[in-house]
């Protein structure tokens, strides 16, 4: 017997990252014009340099995060699916959002006890924004090619 799946939830999920991915690109690129007015057009280029550099580090942390989430998304889109089956999606959706959690939570506190230089600022929040972009657009990269093999 195969099994069928209701992707009317996760389609909307994807949507709804869509628009909060243009929203963080918005908000990252008004950074990005703020601190380019305040400090050297080098020390600029030196802080964007790092900040790609941070990325491409925290890239396949985030990745397995969106992976594991967009995995877990669609297993709970499938129908007839157990009390204790949706039990233990549900565990791992608390502790994935825990997780995101205490991210935010990092990253907020990393920001206030930092240095006040524009540039230091500028870092920890583009990296935080990046971030989160990516795990938005790794999570609907995976959920769209997982219900497109389930289809």
């Given at each position: ?11 909307k999920l994807t ?137």
């Amino acid at each position: 017997m195969t099994q069928t799946f209701d992707f009317t939830r996760l389609r909307k999920l994807t949507v709804i990252h869509g628009f909060v991915q243009v929203f963080l690109l918005v908000l990252l690129a008004g950074m990005s014009f703020v601190l380019l007015g305040k400090v050297p057009s080098d020390v600029f280029m030196n802080s964007i340099i790092r900040v790609v550099v941070l990325e491409l580090i925290l890239f396949y942390p985030v990745y397995k995060l969106a992976t594991g989430d967009a995995q877990r998304e669609v297993a709970s889109a499938a129908t007839g699916l157990t009390a204790d089956e949706l039990q233990a999606l549900r565990r791992k959706r608390v502790f994935s959002d825990i997780l995101k959690g205490a991210l935010i939570i990092f990253f907020f506190t990393f920001t206030v006890k930092a240095p006040g230089a524009p540039q230091i600022q500028f870092m920890i929040l583009a990296v935080f924004l990046l971030s989160y972009l990516a795990y938005f657009q790794c999570f609907n990269y995976v959920a769209k090619k997982l219900m497109e093999a389930q289809d």
